[in-house]
């Protein structure tokens, strides 16, 4: 078992609609949870980050995490083109950082 | 402005000949990292050092070399690189109080190894 897995996509979504992204990971130690995008060719820049159990809020975005489940969501809401991007969910475990492979999110016009 | 420099962006070399990646951040963070990222296998950590002379393997050491003498400074080196070593290079910093583990990348190295 990958150690966080991402469905790779694209998932596609209508401009305006919500985007769904979801993780799973497998180290029931791991403390702490990160959300990145990257655009083609840049760097990964931070979307969210989420340490406890529950939803966190800023902006047009939401983190979900439940750790019983072992999985964080990212949901994304009125979805516009310039999300459009890939997106990196990440983990730290014993001060080493593991990312999953991205899913890439398309957001149709 | 609060940033992770990396040198070169980009760099062709052939196979055996030694180089460095130089990484440096002037937000006096005590957390740096070496990634490289491939198509199909995401983005993968070489080593990180959480301070001063203090450096640990990630997942994907083997072929690589790193140093922490000064804070600021997380230089990559290849001793004697080899093709599949040609990827995508990312150095991070990360404070270790406050906003803790949150990865701040420079932009970027492309490297082949011919």
């Known amino acids: 078992q990958k150690e966080v897995e991402q469905n790779s996509g694209p998932l596609s979504v209508p401009e305006g609609a919500i985007a769904s992204l979801n993780c799973t990971y497998s180290d029931r130690g791991s403390q702490s949870f990160f959300w990145y995008r990257q655009y083609s060719g840049k760097s990964p820049e931070l979307i969210m980050s989420i340490y406890s159990n529950g939803d966190k809020e800023d902006g047009r975005f939401t983190a979900q995490l439940n750790k019983a489940s072992q999985y964080v969501s990212l949901l994304i809401r009125d979805s516009q083109p310039s999300d459009s991007a890939t997106y990196l969910c990440a983990v730290n475990r014993d001060d080493k950082i593991i990312f999953g492979k991205g899913t890439r999110l398309h957001i149709l016009p | 402005e609060a940033q992770v420099t990396q040198n070169p962006r980009y760099l062709i070399t052939v196979t055996g000949k030694k180089l460095t990646v130089t990484c440096s951040q002037n937000?006096?963070?005590?957390?740096m990292s070496w990634y490289r990222q491939d198509p199909g296998l995401g983005l993968r950590q070489i080593y990180y050092s959480m301070n001063v002379e203090v450096t640990d393997k990630g997942d994907v050491p083997e072929g690589y070399k790193v140093s922490r003498k000064e804070k600021r400074n997380f230089p990559l080196i290849l001793e004697s690189p080899s093709p599949n070593q040609t990827s995508l290079y990312f150095c991070?910093?990360?404070?270790?109080?406050?906003?803790?583990?949150?990865?701040?990348f420079g932009a970027g190295t492309r490297l082949s190894v011919l």
């Open positions: 991070a910093s990360s404070p270790l109080r406050g906003a803790k583990n949150i990865q701040y």
């Open positions: 937000m006096n963070h005590e957390y």
